[in-house]
T-cell receptor, first 110, second 113 residues
Framework: AQRVTQPEKLLSVFKGAPVELKCNYS??????LFWYVQYSRQRLQLLLR??SRESIKGFTADLNKGETSFHLKKPFAQEEDSAMYYCALSMAGGSYIPTFGRGTSLIVHP | EAGVVQSPRYKIIEKKQPVAFWCNPISGHNTLYWYLQNLGQGPELLIR????????DSQLPKDRFSAERLKGVDSTLKIQPAELGDSAVYLC???????????FGPGTRLTVL
């Protein structure tokens, strides 16, 4: 069964510090991986997906199939980055169950 | 564009009562999802629709939960009877086909007393 693991429930950093939110997955096929974000009092929304290979709001994430990881990184955290971050896995093609991690709460202190 | 619309936003009921949630997806989105989110956890899929067909419902507790998506547009999720453990946030999302970006609604927070 596919699984997504976010080992940290809470990550607390100061403004300007680097941030890395960890995500590991277990799936034997070709995964589609996403990072979703939920800011305070807002709905869950897509931040980025691995196939787009974009940098969104300064965040990047690289799929490492060897380590089955999709860590989210940002070199200099900003206070407005404070939010809940969820890593999600979808299979490519066929019947599937999109799977979310439990989420990591990022708090960026001034 | 209003995005995914859900109602009600909050619902408080006593155990053993029935409850229903409604979702209207973004126009043109053929895939619709219902998720359950417990406190401190990520969303867990209950059921996924492709148009009006339920294609992933293995995680829906069918003894008390039911869902429908008549005409392949809006959808209703029902619980009958509700139990204390059903207290959670119920999220609806939609997308253009599976494996693409999902757009989420604001959720319905259910409290069962």
């Amino acid at each position: 069964a596919q699984r997504v693991t976010q080992p940290e429930k809470l990550l607390s950093v100061f403004k300007g510090a680097p941030v890395e939110l960890k995500c590991n997955y277990s799936y034997s096929g070709s995964p589609e991986l996403f990072w979703y974000v939920q800011y305070s009092r807002q709905r869950l929304q897509l931040l980025l997906r691995h196939i787009s290979r974009e940098s969104i709001k300064g965040f990047t994430a690289d799929l490492n199939k060897g380590e089955t990881s999709f860590h989210l990184k940002k070199p200099f955290a900003q206070e407005e980055d404070s939010a809940m971050y969820y890593c999600a896995l979808s299979m490519a093609g066929g019947s599937y169950i999109p799977t979310f991690g439990r989420g990591t709460s990022l708090i960026v202190h001034p | 564009e209003a995005g995914v619309v859900q109602s009600p936003r909050y619902k408080i009921i006593e155990k053993k009562q029935p409850v229903a949630f409604w979702c209207n997806p973004i126009s043109g989105h053929n895939t619709l999802y219902w998720y359950l989110q417990n406190l401190g956890q990520g969303p867990e899929l209950l059921i996924r629709y492709e148009n009006e067909e339920a294609v992933d419902d293995s995680q829906l507790p069918k003894d008390r939960f039911s869902a429908e998506r008549l005409k392949g547009v809006d959808s209703t999720l029902k619980i009958q009877p509700a139990e204390l453990g059903d207290s959670a946030v119920y999220l609806c999302a939609s997308s253009v086909g599976a494996v693409n970006e999902q757009f989420f609604g604001p959720g319905t927070r259910l409290t069962v007393l």
